[in-house]
């Protein structure tokens, strides 16, 4: 199994700029989350998906932020416009309801605002 | 949730078994115990869970009292790749799902 693939690695960025971050779940998994990490804030939930719906996106920081998964394979975080203080790691996740909540994470897209 | 505690640092010689603590004397009757680790510049990885009983595998053990208020996860014989971020996590297995992260304990495994 390919694991929960994300992309980009890494990105810089000017402020203001769209920035729009990828993740592929593992393969048959229903549920995907998407996660940020600062050194300030720990690993933060920012919204979960079930079966492609968004079930909980009380962690989305501001209306800057949206995400979007149009089929089980596929999922995407925008920022627009971007401010430095959005610079983090995302981690994307993903897990199979139903059993026993094991939630399997990706590499991360590290993302800097300059 | 469940809040839970856990020491922000700890140390240990390698070869030598760590034990990790975690405190979570709130957690209910059908929340269960989960440990995660972090690995510098990875994404956190599962290692193990459990609800009352005692669970083992082939990274860690996790021994949970039986007032279930805390927990100790076990690496047998540390490695210098065991050096992480902890976390112990208390949720429920069906309905929300979802991981709420704390702060940790950062193990760092000494040659």
């Known amino acids: 199994d390919a694991g929960v693939i994300q992309s980009p690695r890494h990105e810089v960025t000017e402020m203001g700029q769209e920035v729009t971050l990828r993740c592929k779940p593992i393969?048959?998994?229903?549920?995907l989350f998407w996660y940020r990490q600062t050194m300030m804030r720990g690993l933060e939930l920012l919204i979960y998906?079930?079966?492609?719906?968004?079930?909980?996106d009380s962690g989305m920081p501001e209306d800057r932020f949206s995400a979007k998964m149009p089929n089980a394979s596929f999922s995407t975080l925008k920022i627009q416009p971007s401010e430095p203080r959005d610079s983090a790691v995302y981690f994307c996740?993903?897990?199979?309801?139903?059993?026993?909540?094991?939630?399997?994470f990706g590499e991360g897209s590290w993302l800097t605002v300059v | 949730d469940a809040k839970t505690t856990q020491p922000p640092s700890m140390d240990c010689a390698e070869g030598r078994a760590a034990n990790l603590p975690c405190n979570h004397s709130?957690?209910?009757?059908?929340?269960?115990v989960y440990w995660y680790r972090q690995i510098h510049s990875q994404g956190p990885q599962y290692i193990i869970h459990?609800?009352?009983n005692n669970e083992t595998n082939e990274m860690a053990s996790l021994i949970i009292t039986e007032d279930r208020k805390s927990s100790t996860l076990i690496l047998p014989h540390a490695t210098l790749r065991d050096t992480a971020v902890y976390y112990c996590?208390?949720?429920?297995?069906?309905?929300?799902?979802?991981?709420?992260f704390g702060q940790g304990t950062r193990l760092t495994i000494n040659p």
């Open positions: 393969s048959g998994h229903n549920s």
């Open positions: 709130t957690i209910s009757g059908n929340e269960y």
């Open positions: 998906f079930n079966n492609n719906v968004p079930i909980d």
């Open positions: 459990g609800l009352k």
């Open positions: 996740a993903s897990s199979l309801q139903g059993s026993g909540n094991t939630i399997y």
């Open positions: 996590i208390a949720c429920l297995t069906q309905g929300a799902q979802k991981l709420v």
